[in-house]
């Protein structure tokens, strides 16, 4: 793997005319650091790509797409367009919804399958992400919740080279949708049932 990154490290140095840097003392932190640069564009086609599949998706209902555009928006550029950190609260916000509403969003994104999703503390997100894509992130503003990182699963359709979603997997991952927001509705009927205060008052005759 390190010869691998290696010599695409050198070629893109050469092609790029500067200085290796990083690479000369050969850590695996550096070689990440130009593959990133290598990928970065190749990737940023396959987010775009990826855009212009989810927006033609037949089964999944709008807002859902919109909140995926705007993981796949906030793919970070440093990761290589691997990977995107965005708090329930900023999908939320981008849609005009509630923080609740956001982390349902977060959760129905996440039984798609277009990403892998795991929640750290930011000081294990910020070696995570130096580990396998050579940055750190600026995590400041996690005080209260630990982030969720958002990482590209390639094995999904959405990634490959087609045009558009195989019809099979647009129909199940709308079928996914459904299921989550049958969920949502369900849990919000209880808690409405058991709150007394949300019933309507009998007005007598």
């Given at each position: 793997?390190?010869?691998?990154?290696?010599?695409?490290?050198?070629?893109?140095?050469?092609?790029?005319?500067?200085?290796?840097v990083g690479v000369a003392s050969s850590t695996l932190a550096g070689l990440l650091y130009w593959w990133t640069?290598?990928?970065?564009?190749?990737?940023?086609?396959?987010?775009?790509?990826?855009?212009?599949?989810?927006?033609?998706?037949?089964?999944?209902?709008?807002?859902?797409?919109?909140?995926?555009?705007?993981?796949?928006?906030?793919?970070?550029?440093?990761?290589?367009?691997?990977?995107?950190?965005?708090?329930?609260?900023?999908?939320?916000?981008?849609?005009?919804?509630?923080?609740?509403?956001?982390?349902?969003?977060?959760?129905?994104?996440?039984?798609?399958?277009?990403?892998?999703?795991?929640?750290?503390?930011?000081?294990?997100?910020?070696?995570?992400?130096?580990?396998?894509?050579?940055?750190?992130?600026?995590?400041?503003?996690?005080?209260?919740?630990?982030?969720?990182?958002?990482?590209?699963?390639?094995?999904?359709?959405?990634?490959?080279?087609?045009?558009?979603?195989?019809?099979?997997?647009?129909?199940?991952?709308?079928?996914?949708?459904?299921?989550?927001?049958?969920?949502?509705?369900?849990?919000?009927?209880?808690?409405?049932?058991?709150?007394?205060?949300?019933?309507?008052?009998?007005?007598?005759?």
């Amino acid at each position: 793997m390190e010869n691998l990154l290696l010599g695409r490290a050198k070629m893109y140095h050469r092609e790029a005319n500067v200085a290796p840097v990083g690479v000369a003392s050969s850590t695996l932190a550096g070689l990440l650091y130009w593959w990133t640069k290598i990928m970065s564009k190749d990737n940023a086609a396959r987010r775009n790509r990826a855009l212009r599949k989810i927006r033609k998706a037949e089964h999944i209902d709008p807002e859902i797409k919109i909140a995926v555009e705007v993981v796949l928006d906030l793919l970070s550029p440093q990761s290589g367009y691997n990977v995107a950190r965005p708090s329930a609260a900023t999908i939320a916000k981008r849609l005009r919804r509630s923080r609740r509403s956001g982390q349902w969003y977060v959760k129905i994104i996440k039984q798609l399958g277009i990403f892998r999703c795991i929640q750290l503390s930011p000081e294990q997100a910020r070696a995570f992400c130096e580990q396998h894509f050579g940055f750190r992130p600026k995590l400041d503003k996690c005080v209260t919740f630990a982030p969720n990182l958002f990482i590209v699963d390639p094995q999904h359709p959405l990634w490959d080279k087609a045009t558009s979603l195989p019809k099979a997997v647009d129909h199940e991952m709308g079928e996914i949708v459904q299921q989550v927001k049958a969920e949502r509705n369900s849990k919000t009927t209880s808690r409405l049932a058991s709150n007394a205060a949300k019933h309507p008052k009998h007005v007598r005759q």
